[in-house]
């Protein structure tokens, strides 16, 4: 048997490597608020939190500027990524929230939620409940409705966020 020896504290930067090992699909949370498109870019969602009440989760920095404003929506909408949308990934997640949505045609739903097309899945959801968790807010969403695009013959693979690159997915 080996003994390890482990750190007192780990670091960030230590973390930071830990978690890029696991990759994640990535996400905009987006909802139009007071005229004006919003949204995050998230690579935390955790999809199935529950099935009943049908719940997602959604980790956001505590530092965000922009979740407080999306918090209020009566709606949000959930697009995940495409693989092909790694360049539109990196400008909605621009630190300048005005050119976030520059060229982008968002779709938005009489209550609000926004979704950006050419995504391989939609969720449309509110607000359940928000837990303080360190430097982070998880928000819990309640799922109003979905669309993982087999309807309309959509065949994109996600995008995800892999040793700290967006990257597609591929399954073999």
């Given at each position: 048997m080996t003994t390890i020896a482990r750190a007192a504290a780990?670091?960030?930067?230590?973390?930071?490597?830990?978690?890029?090992?696991?990759?994640?699909?990535?996400?905009?949370?987006?909802?139009?608020?007071?005229?004006?498109?919003l949204g995050l870019v998230a690579s935390t969602v955790t999809a199935g939190v529950s099935l009943d009440p049908p719940l997602i989760s959604v980790a956001v920095q505590a530092s965000s500027?922009?979740?407080?404003?999306?918090?209020?929506?009566?709606?949000?909408?959930?697009?995940?990524?495409g693989a092909h949308q790694s360049q539109l990934a990196r400008q909605l997640a621009s630190k300048d929230r005005a050119s976030r949505f520059a060229g982008v045609d968002p779709e938005i739903t009489a209550d609000g939620a926004l979704t950006i097309?050419?995504?391989?899945?939609?969720?449309?959801?509110?607000?359940?409940n928000e837990v303080e968790a360190g430097d982070h807010t998880v928000a819990l969403l309640e799922i109003l409705d979905t669309d993982s695009g087999v309807?309309?013959?959509?065949?994109?693979?996600?995008?995800?966020f892999h040793r700290s690159e967006f990257k597609g997915m591929t399954v073999s």
């Amino acid at each position: 048997m080996t003994t390890i020896a482990r750190a007192a504290a780990v670091s960030p930067d230590a973390l930071r490597e830990t978690f890029s090992h696991f990759p994640q699909g990535v996400a905009l949370i987006g909802a139009e608020v007071g005229g004006t498109p919003l949204g995050l870019v998230a690579s935390t969602v955790t999809a199935g939190v529950s099935l009943d009440p049908p719940l997602i989760s959604v980790a956001v920095q505590a530092s965000s500027s922009t979740w407080p404003l999306l918090r209020t929506a009566p709606a949000l909408g959930v697009s995940l990524l495409g693989a092909h949308q790694s360049q539109l990934a990196r400008q909605l997640a621009s630190k300048d929230r005005a050119s976030r949505f520059a060229g982008v045609d968002p779709e938005i739903t009489a209550d609000g939620a926004l979704t950006i097309p050419g995504g391989p899945a939609y969720l449309w959801t509110s607000l359940y409940n928000e837990v303080e968790a360190g430097d982070h807010t998880v928000a819990l969403l309640e799922i109003l409705d979905t669309d993982s695009g087999v309807a309309t013959g959509a065949d994109t693979d996600a995008l995800v966020f892999h040793r700290s690159e967006f990257k597609g997915m591929t399954v073999s």
